[in-house]
């Protein structure tokens, strides 16, 4: 198992060593300049370039990005949108929205999404069943960001439950939380329904199993059974499904937050993309990189533990 | 009769037919097969034709396709033609207008009365309402835009305009156009590649097999959303970036599920028959085992196409797609939630095209995988 999980951290290293340089090297081969601000004299521009190594040859400049990346965790520093500050520290100014949305998205999604597919498991072929899996097909295939317009024109124009827009001078987490309501639901939607629909033809298979009917026939209820016996069966695959979701939700928010006006991390990626801030645009491309990595390795590893020919037949 | 005189011994090859009877098969009771034979693609679209939402899903996407040809040249408006004099004019529609529903008119609420002078009077159709607030006259008022815009008469957009005046229908299906295309020049472009490289990987095995699939491996570690972002940036916008973006890692899945089909058929006695026989690598794979992987492929080139129409208006929606003037779903959708309050047609009419573009195709791939492979049948 060590050797196992060895051989799945060097994987994500080596991943995150490729996406490091794609994006050395693809954002600074952009046609723009770091420093192109008609309002900093060009001496200071010399110096500032000098200081962050730009005015040298970019293989040179590469040494010093991974260089400092390894050495000092340091990933340089924003130029535009927040000239001076540590990429990281403008990062975190803006994390917090984002995660709160995408975090409670996710832990709406999975109860929503056992829930209505074990209803139509259960309830296989009847009414219920037909209901939720219409549901699932709408809820999987349109996009997130109509589900976004259609709540904010229904719930805040027409019924005007919530506010339009994120409230960014909410004084609690009560009130922050009650503007980012319909965000989450629009995000968490697409989900729910991956989930429910996946747990749907795992509790099928598994309620026409042998050891159900044999849970039955020593005197178990229907509802023991399929709680005891059936639930926990199709409850690892779902697990293994779900992980990877942060990676789907976290890039549907990148949308979401936009319509919603969300100050997150997706409008500061778009942001710093468009305004040029070459350091910003690596270190949170990097971040949403280490996520989606972070995710896949624990469903390796997690995949590693439940069945063990993996780790010894290798990758094969 | 089928005999031939040569092989008969001399002294009676040239006896008359008459002489001769055949002996031991009386009459053949075998009866010639009435029905056309069925082959496998037969048999899958008869199994589709029975899936009813399959069949619609299909008439729905072959009715977007054929709007997205030919409707830009019905409406009689170019997509980029601005007139700033007609922005944000609400639906009008011919027939529909006699109802009151799309007959291009809007109700204003809480305009002062005074304010009404601005407005030409053949522009006002009526006031809903009138009343005081703090002593200011005030009403709801219904106004008939095209007639304020100054619109001739018997001139219609069917959804309205938009910021800069544009005929929003012709928009639409310009920008459904453009979405298609990518869609399907990306999962073509996915499907080629996959296809070749699997087939490689899985036909010849060892070495090659490792390499190839250690490389599509760390490929394929890579986030969707960071490589395409990074692809953007790196080729610019246009339909041809976007199309490559998506191509990047988009054929990845494809190429694992041939490799894998590849694996379970390359053993097979047929294979190695043939091989006996002196058929050329090419021809064993193109011809003899590829076949085998048709249905999955065409099943997964189907379910990807909603996924291609989503990236392309996700990055349009972003700012990394493509890029105005020229139209995309992605674009109405981001540049009609900007006054989504005001003017909700601009988002309800490119929103409801994508969605029942998604639903249809994804209906349509799940009816198609059914029909396919009879053995998955029954999950949606």
């Not at chain 1, 500050?85 to 995660?99: E, G, L, N, Q």
């Not at chain 1, 296989?124 to 549901?135: A, C, E, Q, V």
């Not at chain 1, 020593?218 to 059936?230: F, I, N, P, S």
């Not at chain 2, 065409?298 to 996700?314: C, D, Y």
């Amino acid at each position: 198992m060590l050797r196992y999980t060895l051989s799945r951290l060097g994987a994500m290293l080596l991943t995150m060593f490729i996406i490091m340089s794609l994006s050395f090297w693809i954002i600074r081969l952009m046609p723009q300049s770091i420093f192109e601000n008609p309002e900093v004299a060009p001496e200071v521009q010399k110096l500032l370039e000098a200081e962050m190594h730009l005015d040298k040859p970019m293989w040179v400049q590469y040494y010093y990005f991974i260089r400092d990346i390894v050495t000092k965790r340091d990933f340089g520093r924003s130029v535009k949108l927040r000239p001076g500050m540590d990429v990281f520290k403008v990062i975190a100014t803006r994390i917090k929205p984002s995660m709160v949305l995408n975090f409670f998205s996710l832990l709406l999604s999975i109860p929503a999404g056992i829930i209505l597919g074990t209803i139509a498991a259960l309830q296989r072929n009847k009414w219920p069943d037909n209901l939720i899996s219409f549901l699932v097909v709408i809820f999987i295939s349109v996009p997130s960001f109509v589900f976004g317009a259609v709540l904010q024109y229904t719930f805040t124009f027409r019924i005007p439950l919530f506010p339009t827009l994120y409230d960014a001078t909410a004084a609690s987490f009560g009130e922050m939380f009650h503007s980012l309501t319909l965000p989450i639901i629009a995000l968490a939607l697409g989900p729910a329904a991956t989930i429910a629909r996946y747990l749907r033809g795992e509790l099928i298979e598994t309620l026409s199993s042998e050891f159900l009917l044999l849970a039955r026939t020593k005197g178990l209820t229907r509802a023991q059974a399929v709680v005891r016996h059936a639930f926990r069966n199709s409850l690892v695959p779902i697990a293994n499904t779900i992980i990877p979701m942060i990676t789907g939700i976290m890039g549907g928010s990148l949308v979401i937050e936009r319509i919603f006006a969300v100050p997150g991390m997706g409008g500061q990626l778009v942001e710093s993309i468009v305004v040029g801030d070459h350091f910003l645009t690596v270190a949170l491309l990097m971040f949403y990189s280490a996520i989606s990595l972070i995710t896949i390795f624990v469903v390796d590893i997690s995949y590693g533990l439940i069945d063990p020919r993996i780790r010894v037949g290798g990758g094969k | 009769m089928i005999v031939d005189r040569n092989r008969l011994p001399e002294e009676i090859r040239d006896l008359p037919e008459s002489c001769f009877e055949i002996v031991g098969a009386e009459d053949i009771r075998d009866e010639a097969p009435k029905t056309e034979a069925i082959g496998f693609f037969k048999d899958a679209i008869s199994r589709l034709r029975k899936n009813k939402l399959s069949v619609i899903a299909f008439w729905l996407i072959s009715l977007v396709i054929v709007s997205a040809i030919i409707v830009p040249y019905l409406t009689g408006y170019s997509y980029t033609a601005q007139n700033v004099a007609l922005r944000n004019l609400p639906p009008k529609i011919p027939g529909l207008e006699k109802l009151g529903i799309a007959d291009g008119t809007r109700i204003l609420t809480n305009r002062p009365k005074d304010s009404l002078r601005e407005f030409p009077a053949d522009s006002i159709v009526e006031i809903v309402r009138e009343y005081r607030i703090n002593n200011v006259e005030m009403v709801d008022v219904k106004v008939d835009y095209y007639a304020y815009a100054g619109v001739p008469e018997g001139e219609y957009h069917w959804m309205g305009t938009d910021y800069l005046g544009r005929d929003l229908c012709t928009r639409l299906f310009m920008g459904a156009r453009v979405s298609l295309l990518i869609a399907f020049f990306a999962v073509v472009a996915n499907i080629i590649i996959g296809v070749i490289y699997g087939a490689c990987a899985g036909y010849y095995g060892g070495k090659v097999d490792m390499l190839l699939t250690h490389f599509a491996e760390i490929l394929d570690g890579l986030p969707y959303l960071v490589v395409t972002i990074l692809f953007m940036l790196l080729l610019g916008s246009g339909m041809l970036s976007i199309v490559l973006a998506l191509t990047v890692t988009g054929w990845i899945g494809t190429a694992r599920l041939v490799r894998a089909q590849f694996y379970r058929f390359k053993g097979r006695e047929y294979v190695l028959a043939a091989r006996t026989l002196g058929v050329k690598d090419r021809a064993l794979i193109f011809r003899h085992i590829l076949p085998n992987a048709i249905g999955p492929v065409i099943t997964r080139a189907m379910i990807s196409i909603p996924g291609a129409i989503f990236s392309e208006s996700f990055l349009a929606y972003i700012g990394l797609g493509i890029k105005p003037p020229s139209p995309s779903i992605g674009i109405l959708l981001s540049d009609g939630q900007r006054v989504l309050l005001q003017y909700p047609y601009q988002t309800v009419f490119p929103a409801v095209l994508i969605s029942v573009l998604m639903v249809s195709f994804n209906l349509f791939a799940n009816g198609l995988r059914d029909a396919l492979d009879p053995t998955q049948r029954g999950e949606i």
